[in-house]
């Protein structure tokens, strides 16, 4: 059975999807204000593992993001380069989503646009002002959190603590309370606005969320993901908004939070100047050793960034792929008659049944790449003593394609065997006629010879083999 680590609970719980197989899941998506990091990759690549993983298991999941394509940290952008908000958030959004293209995070359903549901937003702020959790002042309309007795339930955060925390947009000193948050700005001269009954204006940050929600799943529904970061004010805010008009609890039956990705054990984040692009990264690495070097952690641990474990990531992924050589190569062969034993069989199911126990377990994908590696070493000595039949490695194969359909690292493109040129395989076979003739110091300097060409020859039963270095 599926267990979730679940925020709001701080258990791991049996996962039990409101309707039977099908799973609503929402996760907060960007504000298009820049270039997405390596840190908002790493929290998109595990909610992508985690859809992919629950789609293995059957589950019909819908997997919801949005996109805050209108916010103060955009207007201030778009002010700064001289061009509209719109178009902005428009450009870094396309940037965006190309990025998701590159790291093959695709199993979002649907991305949707917070400007694209204004009419939701407003109508949830009249349903706050009707049921009296909402008050205008000046600048716009209020969440008074005094109102909403649970408020502080997911963060363990009392309204007395909310006071003090310092909101990230909504500063007005007219507030009821220090904590209270912003749920429609009147406009300001310049910036982007919409009509409404309570007067020209654009949403807070939070009510985007509860409007999308609502108007996709209804104001029930399984999973809400997004950085830790996002506990609060964030999601709190989220569960204040909608359980206080719905009256229905909870909004959210699992909350899943994914952990920073740090530089020095300081988050990843622009404001601290220490980011990478996702862009920039993919300039010098391939795409799969972001995957792969992500999923390696927990997705609730930290992860501390280091060109040093990138490297150690790339040198995992050759590996990696030298294995797959091996095994197409075999996987290709005819079937010899004297060969028939095959000895993958229970080798295929342990890697199958540790993965599955692994990722059943709150998604732990350390332990299920344990596994990974455990089969990449067996399997890669059974070849090398030749006890592989083609059968066996194209089981193998199959084990291998089903778990990357979760992890979408281990093959990459179409793999072309590297050719090898004639010549090496002349000098080759000049270093076998040695090794039978007994001249040991001839077939040495050949294999020095070849390997000063770039190729390396591997002595195994079933003859000599030939790898590009
Ligand atoms: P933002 O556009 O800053 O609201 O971030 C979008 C998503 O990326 C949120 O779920 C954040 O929690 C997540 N995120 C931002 N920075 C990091 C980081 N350094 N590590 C992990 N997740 C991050």
Aim: proline share 3%; aromatic share 12%; charged share 35%.
């Amino acid at each position: 059975m599926l267990k979730l680590y679940n925020t709001l609970s701080r258990k791991k719980e049996n996962f039990r999807p409101r309707k039977g197989k099908k799973v609503n899941l929402f996760v907060c998506g960007i504000t298009p204000y820049d270039l997405a990091h390596i840190g908002h990759a790493r929290t998109y690549v595990v909610f992508d593992m985690i859809a992919k993983y629950l789609r293995e298991k059957d589950f019909d999941v819908f997997y919801l993001q949005n996109i805050t394509d209108i916010d103060d940290k955009i207007i201030q952008r778009a002010k700064t380069k001289k061009i509209k908000p719109k178009k902005l958030a428009s450009y870094f959004e396309k940037k965006y989503l190309k990025d998701m293209k590159g790291l093959k995070i695709d199993s979002v359903t649907k991305y949707a646009r917070a400007t694209d549901h204004i009419k939701e937003i407003i109508n949830q702020v009249k349903k706050l002002s009707k049921k009296g959790f909402a008050y205008q002042i000046k600048d716009g309309i209020y969440y008074d959190i005094s109102k909403f007795k649970d408020y502080g339930k997911l963060s363990r955060r009392t309204v007395l603590q909310a006071e003090d925390a310092v909101s990230r947009i909504d500063e007005s000193k007219k507030k009821k309370n220090k904590g209270d948050f912003c749920l429609w700005k009147f406009s300001k001269k310049g910036e982007p606005k919409w009509p409404s009954s309570f007067g020209w204006g654009r949403p807070g940050w939070h009510i985007e969320d509860t409007a999308i929600t609502e108007k996709y799943f209804g104001p029930k529904y399984d999973i809400h993901g997004g950085g830790r970061d996002l506990i609060f004010p964030h999601h709190e805010a989220e569960i204040a908004q909608m359980e206080a008009v719905s009256n229905k609890k909870p909004m959210v039956r699992y909350w899943l939070h994914s952990g920073f990705l740090a530089v020095k054990k300081q988050k990843m984040a622009k404001s601290l100047g220490n980011f990478i692009t996702i862009k920039d990264f993919l300039k010098n690495h391939s795409p799969r050793i972001l995957r792969f070097f992500i999923l390696k952690n927990h997705y609730r641990s930290p992860i501390d960034y280091s060109e040093k474990v990138i490297l150690q990531t790339k040198r995992e992924i050759e590996r990696i792929d030298g294995f797959l050589d091996k095994l197409q190569e075999t996987g290709s062969r005819k079937q010899e008659i004297n060969k028939k034993k095959r000895s993958a069989q229970s080798l295929v199911l342990r890697t199958q049944k540790e993965f599955e126990k692994a990722m059943d377990n709150d998604f732990n994908t350390p332990v299920a790449l344990a596994a990974l590696f455990h089969l990449i070493g067996r399997g890669s000595y059974l070849l090398d003593k030749d006890r592989l039949t083609p059968a066996d490695a194209r089981d193998i194969l199959r084990i291998l394609r089903k778990i990357d359909k979760v992890f979408n690292f281990i093959f990459w493109g179409k793999r072309v065997a590297p050719k090898i040129p004639d010549f090496i395989k002349k000098m080759v076979r000049e270093r076998e006629d040695a090794r039978r003739r007994k001249d040991f110091k001839k077939a040495d300097e050949m294999r020095r010879k070849i390997k000063q060409r770039g190729y390396w020859v591997e002595d195994t039963k079933g003859g000599p083999k030939i790898k590009k270095l």
